[in-house]
Structures are given as structure tokens and as C-alpha cells.
């Protein structure tokens, strides 16, 4: 029995393929834009091997390729039947969750890792799926707990340092994102998690002189380098540059528009931002508002839903805006956990309210589901697009009492300039 490089077994006589999923898999723990690519090959040098089956169809995944990922699966299962007890799990884990059968799928991740916790690939996919449920206790619980199976491992150590950051425990972040990138600069989320740390401390020079050269060296990376980069564009929002932050986003996202999830949510958010600060951007909405309209068969995640609604609102498409609203209100009506109907419809109504300028209503819809805004996942960042555009909503409203209270949190949370110098005087300020 031939064994991976984190100790597990794998069921090859073919060298090439162990060593070819070595890669593969670290391909995908480093966000890897060639990941896919590796672990065909692999499945070209030993068909038998279902974990590079597997692997694949999680790379399909990501790629929205749904229908090819689970044929991938299929290959996966095929193979696996007379393989080790720790294949099995991996490729069924993998199999329920490329399937759509989202907790199913969390559940048998769970059991795998109770048995196997050296087994990055499925805790990094276990990661995620509790990172769009906005899960983030349960996250830092279980990366404490595998940490000292994987002593020293860049990965871990940034998987590790993201959660500490979302918990608030940032200067542990720092430390342990820093200890990731000297063992491996072209680990991109120990990166990731250094930019989050830092954001969330207000040390935005500090990020900006860290970030591009951190960023420089991942080449390898595919539409996850423009996240780094929007990083990157928040902290100069922060800083109150908002012109340079305006240009990156025009380099970044609006050169070759993307209808990527990661991208679309990047791109969208950070106008969404700068029309908040008062930087007028509606020439640049319409790409971005016609990717969303394309997209209404795809709202899986609450989070991307969310999203599309900025863009069809904010790009003046308020029919197909109103239609994607209705289609989230029918299926409220199904949705047993209540996240539809109790948060999203709220929330977009909230966005919608905004976007016509109607500040009250936005007031009206956002406030109640804030405190819930984090069970449509995201990160902290990610999140604050929400929460900013419910206390503008205030400011615009001329709610005095409500803005007040909201600044006060919000800037002794992270006093970005913005934020800073928003004071009453302001309040009743139609627009900026």
C-alpha cells in the first residue's frame, strides 16, 4: 500500500500518479488556477486511482461544470469499490456533496475526519460548506482540533489563521498567516487570511505595503488573485482612497467582466461600496447586470442571491430585479430552515428599498435581519456591505438616533475613513 503525502493510503502501483496527486492536491489546498488539470492527468495515468476522479469533481464543482463533476464522481465511485475504508469516505463524501446533497454530505465529511483528520482536501471542502452557512464557531473548533495533526503544514496553518481572524482573535491570525507564507509564499489562503487579519485591525498601511508583494508571487492562482486584489482595493477604500480603489476595480474586474461567483460577488460589492462612500458609478453597473439577470437559475447560495440583487437594482433592471424577488418569495414557502423567508426576501427587499432611494423602507427591511446576516455566509468583510448600507440607509433617512448608534459600532469596530468623518451633521443627506 502506497501512501499520500500527508500519511494516508492510496490505491496505486502506478509512482507517477501518487507523486502527479501530491501535486494535485496541493494544487487544490493553494487555490491553484491548474488543479483540475493535475488531477485529470492523474486519472490519465491510473484510471483506476478514484481519488484523482474525485479530485476532479471538485474542481468541476467550484467551476459550476456541475454536470461534468458528477460524472467525475461517478468515475470515483466506479473505482473505489474494492479500495481502502478511507477512499470510500473521501470519494462518497465527495460524491453527496458535487451531488447537491449538501448535509448529507457535511455529515459524512464529519465522520470522515473523526476517523481520518489528516485528510486536508475533505476539511478544506467541510470548510466551506460551513463558510455559506456562516458556521464560523464550528469551523475554528474543528481547525483546533486537526492543527496537531498537521504541525508546521502551511495549509493548516492558514485555514487555521482565517478562522481566528472571523472569531476576532486577529493578532493569532497575523502570527499564524505569517508562519504559513515564510513556509510556503504561494500558499494563497495563509494571503487571504494575513489580508483579513490586518483589515479588521485598521492596519491598512500596513496592508497595502504587505499585500502586493505577498500577492506577486501567485501566479498560479485563477479568478482567487482578483480576490486578493479586492482585498487589496478595500484597504484603500478604508484609507478613503477611493479614486485608487475605483481604478483597481476597472483593472481587476470590469476589463473582462466575470460571471465566476467569487468575481461577480467581488465586483459587485465593491461598486455597491464606492456608491456608498458617494462616488458615482452607474456607467459601470450594466455588465455586471446583465451577468446577474443570466443567473437566477443558479441562486443556490443566499449570499450570491444577495448579490444579484445589488447588480439588477443598482444597474436599473428592476423588472428582472422584481422577478429574481418573487422567485425568492415562492420558494420561502419550501424552505424548512426559514433563511429564505426570514432573512434573504427581508434583506433584498431592504437593497431594493435603497437602490429606489426609498431610505426609510431600507431602514425598515435591513435593521430586523442584521443580526442574522451572517447565516447567508461570507466573511466579516464580505458581510459589512450589508450592514454600511443599512447605516447610510440611517444617514439618508435622517434617523439621527439610529445612525448614531450604528456609527459609534461600527467605527470602534474598525474606524475606516469613510465611517470616521460620517458625523450628525450629515444626517439627512440625500446622497453623497
Known amino acids: 500500500m502506497r501512501h499520500d503525502a500527508y500519511g494516508l493510503p492510496v490505491s496505486t502501483e502506478v509512482s507517477a500518479a501518487l507523486e502527479g496527486y501530491d501535486r494535485a492536491v496541493q494544487g487544490l489546498l493553494s487555490w491553484d488556477g491548474r488543479a483540475l488539470d493535475l488531477f485529470r492527468a ?8 478514484a481519488l484523482g476522479h474525485a479530485g476532479a469533481a471538485i474542481c468541476l464543482f467550484l467551476e459550476e461544470r456541475f454536470t461534468e463533476a458528477q460524472e467525475a464522481a461517478r468515475l470515483a465511485r466506479d473505482a473505489v469499490g474494492a479500495q481502502t475504508e478511507r477512499e470510500r469516505r473521501h470519494v462518497e463524501a465527495v460524491a453527496l456533496l458535487v451531488a447537491g446533497k449538501v448535509a448529507p454530505a457535511e455529515r459524512a465529511m464529519q465522520e470522515h475526519l473523526a476517523e481520518y483528520p489528516r485528510d486536508l482536501v475533505v476539511f478544506q471542502r467541510l470548510y466551506f460548506i460551513w463558510f455559506w452557512q456562516g458556521k464560523f464557531p464550528e469551523i475554528l473548533a474543528l481547525a483546533s482540533a486537526l492543527t496537531r495533526y498537521h504541525p508546521g503544514d502551511s495549509f493548516m496553518l492558514g485555514l487555521h489563521a482565517f478562522a481566528l481572524e472571523q472569531a476576532g482573535r486577529c493578532d493569532e491570525a ?5 508562519a504559513a507564507i515564510l513556509k510556503n509564499p504561494r500558499d494563497a489562503w495563509a494571503i487571504h487570511a494575513l489580508a483579513h487579519a490586518l483589515y479588521e485591525m485598521a492596519a491598512f498601511d500596513t496592508g497595502i505595503a504587505r499585500l502586493p508583494p505577498a500577492i506577486h508571487p501567485c501566479t498560479h492562482l485563477g479568478w482567487f488573485r482578483n480576490h486578493l486584489l479586492w482585498h487589496l482595493a478595500l484597504m484603500h477604500l478604508a484609507r478613503g482612497e477611493y479614486d485608487r480603489a475605483a481604478a483597481l476595480g476597472r483593472t481587476v474586474f470590469e476589463r ?21 462612500v458617494g462616488m458615482d458609478v452607474a456607467e459601470r453597473w450594466r ?7 443570466e443567473r437566477l437559475d443558479r441562486q443556490t447560495l443566499a449570499f450570491h442571491a444577495a448579490h444579484l440583487a445589488m447588480a439588477l437594482t443598482a444597474g436599473g433592471d428592476w423588472t428582472t430585479a422584481d422577478r429574481q424577488l418573487g422567485m425568492l418569495r415562492e420558494r420561502s414557502a419550501h424552505d424548512g430552515p426559514g433563511l429564505i423567508g ?25 435593521e430586523p435581519v442584521a443580526p442574522r446576516v451572517v447565516e447567508l455566509g461570507g466573511s466579516r468583510a464580505q458581510r459589512d456591505v450589508f450592514h454600511d448600507t443599512l447605516l447610510e440607509a440611517c444617514f439618508r433617512a435622517g434617523d439621527m438616533n439610529r445612525a448614531e448608534r450604528l456609527l459609534a459600532e461600527r467605527v470602534a469596530r474598525r474606524p475606516d475613513h469613510f465611517w470616521k468623518n460620517r458625523t450628525a451633521t450629515d444626517i439627512g443627506t440625500a446622497a453623497r
Open 42 to 49: 492523474v486519472g490519465a495515468q491510473d484510471p483506476a486511482l
Open 256 to 276: 473582462a467582466p466575470s460571471s465566476i461567483p467569487g468575481d461577480l460577488h467581488d465586483s459587485i460589492s465593491l461598486l455597491w461600496r464606492l456608491e456608498l
Open 287 to 293: 455588465p455586471f447586470s446583465l451577468i446577474a439577470a
Open 342 to 366: 426570514n432573512v434573504l426576501v427581508p434583506l433584498i427587499e431592504g437593497l431594493h428599498a435603497f437602490a429606489a432611494r426609498d431610505y426609510r423602507r431600507a431602514v425598515e427591511r435591513l
Open 174 to 178: 497575523v502570527r499564524l498567516a505569517g
